[in-house]
Every structure is written in structure tokens, then in C-alpha cells.
């Protein structure tokens, strides 16, 4: 893979910031099981990191047990697939995993699949393609049968200093309380990579983190340029569609074949939603608090060198779950590693967003990606700085397990 990237930087420097880019069916099932998981009823708990990645499993394997190259994700004995059509299989295998866990989308995908099928020559291989990625599609769903996605897991909230507290305008009670436990897509255990925890109220590091995010990360900040505060907008576009357009994008630009490019996009989806998960498992074990309501109870903490707002308000709304370890930090290292990993340390990409006033933000490489949502969630007042480090580098444990694990090549020729 990494004989692409001189390629792709020049590539990913030419992508458009709004237009779609058409490549292939790993590109149009993309923008399909996006928008398929944001428009989802919220009984069917939808979840980019998991549906995403059960959607490129599937389009993977049955890509890959038609030419077969790398090691299946999931074992498919005894499926004929000589002579079958790949685009076939990949579609069918998509629609059928989204279909599986979204019922209420079911007009809309039955239409994208139709509308992808049109586009494949009828024939014998067509009718193949379509029973190969049927089969493992199923083979899917039947692996993710009771994996927790709809359990009830009521919050408890803790109290006195540290403990999380439910920050406006958030919903009645914290989200995603059930993730942690949600069967891993390939971690043994989401405790595998668990987070350290965060640092005592008192230590060198919370209070050098409480003092810059009081300062930078307020919605009122004087000491905050208008760059970075446009760093911080650009980054609060929900994760649900901007990286799932900006993958869609980056790996669409590089000219992948239909394999590899599903491929690369199940290794980052798997990457990205075991990653997420643990995060969440981090979260919902440490329960640590808010900026907000540390800078409003800055009395409480028994840090003499931190100081009390009671009107503080950071620029952006933070999101309804504990601190520690920030969730963007875990997908974006997650992210990073892969990218690193597949395309090399300077591989150059863009990304956009969908906030406004807002431009496109260009990377000279991965890291320089982790380093700007770091920045990010700081100046957005939603994070301290270690939590966003310890989760960049928790995402890029993950990432690099995935990959030692996961999508190996059936020979060593890489």
C-alpha cells in the first residue's frame, strides 16, 4: 500500500471540498451506510465505528473470497465464488448487513441497491457476485447476533470533585452508556488498551491543562486568535458525517483497485470503531469531569493554583459523556496510525467541514492531523489537553493491533 502514497499526496491535495467523489462501489456504499446510520431510528442505535465497519467487513470478504489476496476477516468455507462478479458481491454484502440492522431504512436501501445492480452487467457472474456476498453478508450478521448493541445501561452519577457531571444542553442523561459493553469487532477485551486515568486534581499536569483550557477554551477568550478558533469550529461538525466524508474522499482519491480499496476501508472503519468503543470504555470506567464543571468548581478541588468561574463557558457545546480520554483523540489516532501505517508518515491529505466559515484544513501528515484536534478540543473548551493526547494515543494501540491482526496478505509480498 505504501506505493501509493507518493501518489495520493498529490491526489488528496487536489480533492474538492463539497463534491462527491464517485470511484467505485466501496465509494457509493460509503455515502449509502452514512447516511443510512444518521437517518436511523434511535431504537436501532445506530453507530458509524460499529456499521461502518460491519458494512467494509462484509464488502472486504467478499471481494476477497472472489481474489483472494488477503486473509478473510471472517471464515467462509466452501463458498463458490469462480467466475463471480466482485461489484456484485460487494454491493449485495453491504445492503444486506444494513438492511439487517436497519429496518426503518429499508425503501431507501432497497433503491440504492437496485440503483448499484443496474450498473452491473447482467449475466451468470452478476447472479453469482450477488449470492457470494449474500452469504457472507449473512455470515456478518449471524457473527454479530446478541453483541450487546441494544442493551439498557442506566448512568449513575457520581459527586464531589472529579466526578462527571451532565453538562447543558445535553440530553437527560449521558449517551452511549451501553458501548462499553458491545462485543469488540477485534480487540480481545476494550480493556486492553484502557486508558491510565486522568491526573490528580492537585498534580503539575491538571493544573498546567485547567489553566489553558480556562484561558484558551472560553467562549469569551481574549487570548485565543481568530485562527484558532476556527480550528476549534471546524472540529465540532458531528463525527458522523465528517469522517465519514473525508475517508470516503481521502481513500477514493488514491485509484485503489476494488480490493485493496475495501480493504484499506475496513481497516480504518475496524480501526476507528474499536478504538471509539474503548474510548467509551475509558470514559465510562474513570467518569472524570467537564471543564466546565471543574472551572465552575474550582473551589472544590483542593488546588490552590487553579481558580474558581462560575461563569465560564466554553465556545463550543460539550457533549454528553465523562472527559477522559477524548473520543476525537481516540478516532483520530486511530485514524492517523492507519494512515501512517498503509501510506507512510508523510502522506499529505485535506479535510473539510460542513461548519461554516470554515476552510479546508490541509496536513503535511498524520501526525499533523492528531496535533490539530488536540489543539481543537482545547480552544472548543470541551476537553484538557492530556485527554485528548491519551486518547490519540490509545486510537493508535488500537489501530496498530488491528492491523498485526487483521488483513494480513496470504503471502508475504507486501
Known amino acids: 500500500m505504501k506505493t501509493v502514497a507518493a501518489a495520493g499526496i498529490v491526489l488528496a491535495a487536489l480533492l474538492v471540498p463539497f463534491e462527491p467523489v464517485s470511484a467505485d462501489v466501496v465509494t457509493d456504499w460509503n455515502d449509502i451506510g452514512a447516511s443510512t446510520v444518521n437517518a436511523a431510528l434511535p431504537a436501532e442505535r445506530g453507530n458509524q465505528g460499529l456499521d461502518l465497519s460491519l458494512m467494509y467487513i462484509a464488502m472486504y470478504d467478499a471481494i476477497n473470497t472472489i481474489q483472494p ?25 453491504a445492503y444486506v448487513v444494513l438492511r439487517h440492522n436497519f429496518p426503518s431504512r429499508a425503501a431507501a436501501l432497497d433503491a440504492s441497491y437496485a440503483a448499484s445492480l443496474a450498473g452491473i452487467a447482467d449475466g451468470s457472474a452478476k447472479a453469482l457476485g450477488i449470492a457470494v456476498g449474500g452469504a457472507i453478508a449473512q455470515d456478518v450478521n449471524n457473527w454479530r447476533i446478541n453483541d450487546g448493541r441494544y442493551a439498557i445501561v442506566p448512568y449513575v452519577f457520581g459527586s464531589g470533585p472529579g466526578a462527571y457531571q451532565l453538562t447543558p444542553p445535553g440530553p437527560p442523561s449521558p449517551v452511549n452508556t451501553w458501548v462499553p459493553g458491545l462485543r469488540p ?32 477554551g472560553a467562549s469569551n477568550s481574549t487570548v485565543r486568535s481568530e485562527a484558532k478558533t476556527e480550528i476549534a469550529r471546524f472540529h ?27 480493504r484499506l476501508m475496513a481497516l480504518l472503519w475496524v480501526s476507528f470503531g474499536d478504538a471509539g468503543s474503548s474510548c467509551f470504555d475509558s ?8 471543564p466546565v464543571t471543574a472551572i465552575h468548581g474550582g473551589d472544590t478541588d483542593g488546588n490552590s493554583n487553579t481558580t474558581q468561574d462560575a461563569a465560564w463557558l466554553p465556545l463550543a457545546n460539550t457533549p454528553p459523556h465523562p472527559e477522559y480520554p477524548a473520543a476525537h483523540g481516540c478516532a483520530s ?29 490541509h496536513f503535511a501528515g498524520p501526525d499533523a492531523l492528531i496535533s490539530e484536534i488536540i489543539n481543537a478540543r482545547v480552544y472548543g473548551g470541551m476537553h484538557f489537553r ?12 488500537v489501530a496498530v493491533w488491528v492491523e498485526e491482526h487483521h488483513f494480513q496478505p496470504l503471502r508475504a509480498d507486501r
Open 69 to 93: 489476496r488477503y486473509q478473510p476477516y471472517l471464515t467462509h468455507a466452501g463458498t463458490n465464488a469462480v467466475g463471480a462478479s466482485p461489484e456484485a458481491a460487494a454491493v449485495t454484502a
Open 185 to 216: 469487532l477485534a480487540l480481545h477485551d476494550y480493556s486492553q488498551f484502557r486508558a491510565y486515568g486522568p491526573p490528580g486534581l492537585r498534580s503539575e499536569t491538571y493544573t498546567r491543562d485547567y489553566n489553558e483550557t480556562l484561558r484558551m
Open 236 to 262: 465540532t461538525e458531528s463525527p458522523g458525517t465528517l469522517w465519514a466524508r473525508n475517508l470516503r474522499n481521502l481513500t477514493a482519491a488514491l485509484g485503489l483497485n476494488l480490493l485493496d480499496h475495501a
Open 283 to 290: 470514559k465510562y470506567t474513570y467518569n472524570f469531569w467537564r
Open 333 to 361: 489516532g486511530a485514524v492517523a496510525e492507519v494512515i501512517r501505517h498503509e501510506l507512510g508518515d508523510e502522506f499529505a491529505f485535506s479535510f473539510n467541514s460542513t461548519v461554516p466559515n470554515t476552510t479546508v484544513h
Open 386 to 397: 492530556n485527554s485528548v493526547e491519551q486518547g490519540a494515543r490509545l486510537g493508535r494501540k
